[in-house]
C-alpha cells in the first residue's frame, strides 16, 4: 500500500483531493490534523474543515510528533491524511526542533508504514519569489527538501492547481476522484 503526497499552493483544491484520496483508499481512515488553532481566526479555519469532512474522518491532533501519530494511527486506520507538511515544519522551527532530523525520522516512519496509506498534503512555496528575509528563505528551503526527501519515498505526488490534480509521480487518480466536491 503505497503512500501519496499532495501539493499545491493556498486554496488550490489540494485537501478537498486529498480527503477523497483518502476515502477511496481505506475504510476507516484518520485526519491527522497538524494545525494549532492558535487565534480566533484559526480556531474557525479548523472548525469550519471538520465540518466539510464530515463524520467519516477520525481527526487526530499533532503539531509536532508526527512520526509517532502516524506509526500509533496505522494501528487502527488503513488510510491517514496527514494536513499538512507546511504547518509541521513551522511549528517545528517555532519550537525550536530539528527540522532535518524530524523529517529524517518521518521518512524511516513512512517507509515502516506498510498497512495504512499515508497521504500527505503540503504547500508548494517554491514557485513565487526569494523571499526578502533569512527566516522566510530557511522555511522554503526546509519546505523543499522536505517535499523532495517525502515524493521519493511516495508512490504516487499530485500537484493541485485551481482544483486540479496534474500526475507528478504515479498513475492518475480514479474517476470521480478528482471532481471538486467543496472549498479546500
Known sequence: ???M?????????????????AMRAGLRPAYLATAQALDAEMRERVRAHREQRGPQFETIE???RLSRAIA????????ILVDCLTLWITNLIMAEENVAAAVDELVTTLVATTTSRV???SNEVGLGIVP????????RDLAGAAHQRVAEICDD???VVAGLPMVL????????????????
Not at 503526497?5 to 484520496?21: D, M, P, Q, Y
Not at 500509533?72 to 488510510?79: P, V
Not at 526578502?132 to 522555511?139: E, L, Q, S, T, V
Request: no cysteine; net charge positive.
Open 1 to 3: 500500500m503505497g503512500h
Open 5 to 21: 503526497l499532495v501539493l499545491g499552493g493556498a486554496r488550490s483544491g489540494k485537501t478537498g483531493f486529498a480527503e477523497r484520496l
Open 62 to 64: 499533532e503539531p509536532l
Open 72 to 79: 500509533e494511527a496505522a494501528r487502527h486506520h488503513d488510510a
Open 119 to 121: 497521504i500527505l498534503v
Open 132 to 139: 526578502d528575509n533569512a527566516m522566510a528563505r530557511m522555511f
Open 157 to 159: 505526488a499530485y500537484f
Open 169 to 184: 509521480k504515479g498513475v492518475a487518480p480514479e474517476p470521480g476522484v478528482a471532481r471538486r466536491v467543496h472549498e479546500a
